[in-house]
């Protein structure tokens, strides 16, 4: 009869803090940690999302512009023996500062855990230099050089090009670009990168969480070859299960540059697009690190991308994720076109649209007041949907305003569903096109 204390984890007494718990890596890493034993609590910034990712751990809820002092950190610090940063953020903007996230929180978090004596693992990138070419990865820079000069117990990772199973960022752009049917349009195709696989990250922060050999070391973790751009697509391509394109278009460097400046004046409406400019200057400088410092520690290679991609097949809902993403910004757009549309018409032709409600009795000044309300309803809904706040409330809306408009058609004026250009019928794509809409919002 086996002991019972031989099924106790070695880490059941460990208690990890991870920081953005739920977002791309943080949530594979909690997951990796639960499996392995430990207590695993999250820190994230929206409440919301927090629970709705990962309703069954234990959350700290803030934003990181607010933890840029020591004294933020100290209860945390006491209270966890592992602090993970998985945080981070693209590129400046209305809700995220790259020097406030990547920094200033950094240096507060460490030093408190300095103070209690609290292991830290920053998981920062391949390429996070203080003179490199973009403002994410030189601050990420700031953050790494801070922790190795200031703190007595730390680990940094840097990945690559992240594999897994969700998509985020990076990996989400692969997705949208492997799901072009029939043609595969190729950025910076040239382009050299290194991937690392989630597997292989979460193992090397589970490791590190008792090793001794590793302590106060920093890490490429990314696999030994490189692969162009691509390479990687169209073995992207192949593990969702998609045919192979018929024709292979590599984009100029033009309609790149003018694709992140669109993505960067749209990022101003709140839409974080993985096209920014950020994401293709990291793209175009490359992704790539040196892997031979965690092979001589491990002695093993981490996993190729092809044996990473095959230790995580694809299923259905992987293509649908990959083809939606690809579809949703034409279906927000359609949605804003075809709601501004009518609100203009509408406000244009005020006077034959108002004629339909006088021809049944209505007075001209009522029926002309019904039509520039609905019609500025109309345009107050194209717009909506154009923020990425209010988007969803947004589609919400326009299903809403779509049954108010079908109701009243067959209680005012049922004649209109009997013309023949069918105006009332068309009505009801619309309502699925919004519903569609509010679904592909959901981003976690």
């Known amino acids: 009869m086996l002991n019972s204390s031989q099924n106790i984890s070695p880490y059941a007494d460990?208690?990890?803090?991870?920081?953005?718990?739920?977002?791309?890596?943080?949530?594979?890493?909690?997951?990796?940690?639960?499996?392995?034993?430990?207590?695993?609590s999250g820190f994230g910034r929206s409440q919301t999302t927090a629970y709705k990712v990962m309703?069954?751990?234990?959350?700290?809820?803030?934003?990181?512009?607010?933890?840029?002092?020591?004294?933020?950190?100290?209860?945390?610090?006491?209270?966890?023996?592992?602090?993970?940063?998985?945080?981070?953020?693209?590129?400046d903007g209305a809700n995220d500062s790259l020097k406030t996230v990547h920094f200033d929180a950094i240096k507060a978090l460490s030093d408190a855990c300095k103070s209690n004596q609290t292991k830290l693992i920053q998981i920062?990138?391949?390429?996070?230099?203080?003179?490199?070419?973009?403002?994410?990865?030189?601050?990420?820079?700031?953050?790494?050089?801070?922790i190795r000069k200031n703190h007595t117990d730390y680990n940094i990772f840097r990945p690559g090009?992240?594999?897994?199973?969700?998509?985020?960022?990076?990996?989400?752009l692969l997705r949208m670009l492997?799901?072009?049917?029939?043609?595969?349009?190729?950025?910076?195709?040239?382009?050299?990168?290194?991937?690392?696989?989630?597997?292989?990250?979460?193992?090397?922060?589970?490791l590190a969480a008792n090793n001794q050999v590793l302590k106060n070391k920093s890490y490429d973790l990314i696999e030994r070859q490189t692969h162009s751009l691509r390479e990687v697509v169209q073995e992207t391509r192949h593990w969702l299960g998609f045919s192979s394109a018929v024709w292979h278009i590599t984009l100029p460097n033009?309609?790149?540059?003018?694709?992140?400046?669109?993505?960067?004046?749209?990022?101003l409406?709140?839409?974080?697009?993985?096209?920014?400019?950020?994401?293709?200057?990291?793209?175009?400088s490359g992704i790539k690190g040196d892997p031979a410092p965690w092979k001589d520690v491990t002695k093993q290679d981490l996993l190729p991308l092809k044996s990473a991609l095959a230790h995580m097949p694809a299923a259905a809902e992987d293509r649908l994720f990959a083809r939606m993403s690809l579809l949703m910004p034409l279906i927000i757009f359609c949605l804003a076109v075809f709601w501004l549309t009518s609100g203009i018409i509408g406000?244009?032709?005020?006077?034959?649209?108002?004629s339909v409600l006088t021809d049944i009795g209505w007075s001209d000044h009522i029926a002309k007041l019904s039509v520039r309300f609905w019609s500025i309803v109309d345009i107050a809904l194209g717009l909506g949907v154009l923020i990425r706040k209010s988007a969803k409330l947004a589609c919400w809306a326009m299903i809403a305003v779509s049954l108010i408009y079908l109701i009243s058609a067959a209680v005012v004026t049922p004649q209109l569903w009997t013309d023949p250009l069918g105006p009332m019928v068309k009505v009801f794509p619309g309502i699925v096109l919004a519903l569609i809409g509010r679904v592909t919002l959901d981003n976690r």
């Open 14 to 40: 460990r208690r990890v803090l991870v920081i953005g718990a739920y977002g791309f890596i943080g949530a594979s890493l909690v997951m990796r940690l639960q499996r392995e034993g430990f207590v695993v």
């Open 55 to 91: 309703p069954d751990i234990n959350w700290h809820i803030a934003d990181l512009k607010d933890m840029i002092t020591a004294d933020d950190w100290q209860d945390h610090a006491k209270t966890y023996d592992i602090i993970v940063n998985c945080a981070g953020a693209l590129q």
């Open 124 to 146: 920062s990138a391949v390429g996070a230099e203080l003179d490199a070419d973009t403002a994410f990865m030189r601050t990420k820079a700031m953050g790494d050089d801070y």
């Open 161 to 172: 090009l992240v594999l897994a199973k969700n998509a985020y960022g990076g990996s989400a």
């Open 178 to 206: 492997a799901a072009f049917p029939l043609v595969q349009p190729i950025p910076l195709a040239n382009s050299q990168m290194h991937t690392t696989s989630i597997y292989a990250l979460t193992d090397a922060v589970v």
């Open 254 to 267: 033009w309609s790149t540059q003018i694709t992140a400046k669109t993505a960067n004046f749209l990022s």
């Open 269 to 284: 409406f709140g839409w974080k697009s993985p096209l920014r400019s950020t994401a293709m200057s990291v793209l175009e």
């Open 347 to 354: 406000l244009w032709q005020v006077d034959r649209a108002a």
